[in-house]
């Protein structure tokens, strides 16, 4: 059973430019959540979907910013004419109900 | 304020040493967890806890809601224990389960 899956690892933007961020949760998991880790700054939660639904997107910029958990397929986030702010590690999890969460190896957003 | 304290925000320590860190809240939660970011970004989850203590190998950790806090213990140290532990809570205050607020981080460092 493979781990949460993310990519690419890392990704280059011109600003502009738009950035699509791919996450595989962990077989049997329909729990999605995405978090951002800005340089020096703690993680930031920004949405949480399950199959089709987003179901909490508080954390999530109201500008520029959409996710999306397809009944097939990977969830993706995507970001729209970035900025050199949306610079960051960005990070998924997944998990199985109410048990603890399982994270992917993050993508480090560069935006030049 | 922020609303997840931890401290120190820096640790070093002798390998064999027993480590406490420590995170206060202020916020109700239904869970707090614990992870450990390693060196290369990735994020592992080493406790999801609601009451009590847990432990897993060398790994204990407790929660007093009462008094909002809780401690991560590692005992007999190891250098590959070093790593960046972040604590954060989540559920009761109104956001979803995955809508976790985290602290800062406590940097650990432990010496051969």
């Known amino acids: 059973n493979a781990g949460v899956m993310q990519n690419p690892r890392h990704l280059v933007r011109r600003r502009g430019q738009e950035a699509r961020l791919r996450c595989s949760p962990m077989?049997?998991?329909?729990?999605v959540y995405w978090y951002r880790q800005l340089p020096e700054e703690g993680l930031k939660f920004m949405v949480y979907?399950?199959?089709?639904?987003?179901?909490?997107e508080s954390g999530m910029p109201k500008e520029r910013f959409s996710a999306e958990f397809p009944k097939e397929g990977p969830s993706i986030l995507r970001i729209q004419q970035v900025v050199r702010g949306d610079s960051a590690a960005y990070f998924c999890?997944?998990?199985?109900?109410?048990?603890?969460?399982?994270f992917g190896s993050g993508t480090q957003l560069s935006v030049l | 304020k922020n609303e997840v304290e931890q401290s120190p925000q820096n640790l070093t320590a002798q390998e064999g040493e027993f480590i406490t860190i420590n995170c206060s809240y202020s916020?109700?939660?239904?869970?707090l967890h614990w992870l450990q970011q390693h060196p290369g970004g990735g994020i592992v989850s080493l406790f999801m806890?609601?009451?009590g203590k847990k432990k897993h190998g060398r790994l204990i950790a407790t929660i007093n809601i009462q008094e909002k806090h809780s401690s991560l213990h590692i005992t007999a140290s190891h250098p590959r224990d070093s790593a960046v532990y972040i604590c954060?809570?989540?559920?009761?205050?109104?956001?979803?389960?995955?809508?976790?607020?985290f602290g800062k981080g406590t940097k650990l460092s432990v010496k051969p």
């Open positions: 999890a997944s998990r199985f109900h109410n048990e603890k969460l399982f």
């Open positions: 954060a809570v989540g559920g009761e205050y109104g956001g979803s389960q995955g809508n976790l607020i």
């Open positions: 979907l399950q199959k089709e639904n987003i179901i909490d």
């Open positions: 916020v109700g939660i239904s869970a």
């Open positions: 806890l609601s009451s």
């Open positions: 077989k049997g998991h329909s729990h």
